[in-house]
């Protein structure tokens, strides 16, 4: 059974940094592409950042320099390194396996 596992959300301020992780269980990590996705209020679930097999990464454009996606197959374990946040940035983020399998979500809020 495969099972998606996200932490690391918090309570930040404008300007701060938190990195999420995401454990992935039961299945061929390394093989899949990873996403991290996001919720927020009255918007429809956006990708926020994703990373092939091969670790080509890809952003959302109000993240580009701001955000890192990273993987260590060893670990079988992403993470969204995210600097300079901003109240925009609060949202729910989700973490997902391979376009199918998503976890049940880590919330970030960024205020002062």
């Known amino acids: 059974q495969v099972q998606v596992v996200e932490s690391g959300g918090g309570l930040v301020q404008p300007g701060g940094s938190l990195r999420l992780s995401c454990v992935v269980s039961?299945?061929?990590?390394?093989?899949?592409?990873m996403n991290w996705y996001r919720q927020r209020p009255g918007v429809q679930r956006e990708l926020v950042a994703g990373?092939?097999?091969?670790?080509?990464?890809y952003y959302l454009d109000s993240v580009k320099g701001r955000f890192t996606i990273t993987r260590d197959n060893a670990k079988d374990t992403v993470y969204l390194q995210m600097n300079s946040l901003k109240p925009e940035d609060t949202a729910v983020y989700y973490c997902?396996?391979?376009?199918?399998?998503w976890g049940q979500g880590t919330p970030v809020t960024v205020s002062s």
């Open positions: 997902q396996l391979n376009w199918v399998h």
């Open positions: 039961g299945s061929s990590f390394g093989f899949h592409a």
């Open positions: 990373i092939t097999n091969s670790s080509s990464t």
